[in-house]
């Protein structure tokens, strides 16, 4: 799993859907660091926290995933 290209997805809806980083990371519990090592592409999210980006953008778990990793 590239972990820069579910970053640059998570980013790219982070922005559509204008949230700041800081925004979007309160809303889901997590720290503005850590929020940003995902989208940077240097940590990976857990299940739990892709559900928790899913439901605060409003996108499905499956359009958050890259294309090269869907089923």
């Not at 998570?10 to 800081?22: D, N, P, S, V, Y």
């Not at 809303?27 to 899913?54: Q, Y």
């Amino acid at each position: 799993m590239e972990t820069d290209k579910w970053g640059r997805r998570i980013r790219a809806f982070r922005k559509l859907k204008g949230f700041t980083q800081e925004g979007l990371a309160n809303d889901i519990g997590v720290s503005v660091s850590v929020f940003g090592e995902i989208e940077r592409g240097t940590r990976l999210p857990s299940d739990h926290m892709l559900e928790k980006i899913s439901d605060c953008l409003g996108v499905s778990i499956a359009e958050l995933t890259p294309e090269d990793e869907r089923e």
